[in-house]
T-cell receptor
């Protein structure tokens, strides 16, 4: 069975500090992984996907199959990054989400 | 980007009544939509996959007779909570699959059963 784990419920950092939101997954095949973000009073939206290997709003995420991880990183956090972040795994036409991490960037 | 709209965004009903929530893809056709349930401070729990023109696929533990899903067209899926009870109170979120593999989410519908 596939499972997505985000160990941190809350992550608080100061503006300008590096941030890493952890995501681990368990899946026997070749996973397709995503990060979704939900800003205050807004709907969930896609932040980035691992197959694109892109940087969105300064965030990057690398799929590490050996460690079964897909951690989200940003070298210098901004206050506008404060939001809920969800890691998601796509398999057989379904999406499974982690429990989410609330990122709070303090001024 | 693509837009998915949910209606109503908030509904209160009496125990024993049924409530219908609509999910529409406004500017694209969605052959597959998903219904999630979210409890406070918890993750999105996949309830079922809604497939246009065919029966929905329910996740283990989700009562299909309790949560009726209809995907009658390429732009509309509905979730009907039948004989609602207070424990059905929750935040229900729909999403539609775009291409390639991206999910577009509705605003969510908060159901409160008295």
């Amino acid at each position: 069975a596939q499972r997505v784990t985000q160990p941190e419920k809350l992550l608080s950092v100061f503006k300008g500090a590096p941030v890493e939101l952890k995501c681990n997954y368990s899946y026997s095949g070749s996973p397709e992984l995503f990060w979704y973000v939900q800003y205050s009073r807004q709907r969930l939206q896609l932040l980035l996907r691992h197959i694109s290997r892109e940087s969105i709003k300064g965030f990057t995420a690398d799929l590490n199959k050996g460690e079964t991880s897909f951690h989200l990183k940003k070298p210098f956090a901004q206050e506008e990054d404060s939001a809920m972040y969800y890691c998601a795994l796509h398999n057989f036409n379904k999406f499974y989400f982690g429990s989410g991490t609330k990122l709070n960037v303090k001024p | 980007g693509a837009v998915v709209s949910q209606h109503p965004s908030w509904v209160i009903c009496k125990s024993g009544t049924s409530v219908k929530i609509e999910c529409r893809s406004l500017d694209f056709q969605a052959t597959t939509m998903f219904w999630y349930r979210q409890f406070p401070k918890q993750s999105l729990m996949l309830m079922a996959t809604s497939n246009e023109g065919s029966k929905a696929t329910y996740e283990q533990g989700v009562e299909k007779d309790k949560f009726l899903i209809n995907h009658a067209s390429l732009t509309l899926s509905t979730l009907t909570v039948t004989s609602a009870h207070p424990e059905d109170s929750s935040f229900y979120i729909c999403s539609a699959k775009g291409a390639p593999g991206e999910l577009f989410f509705g605003e969510g519908s908060r159901l409160t059963v008295l």
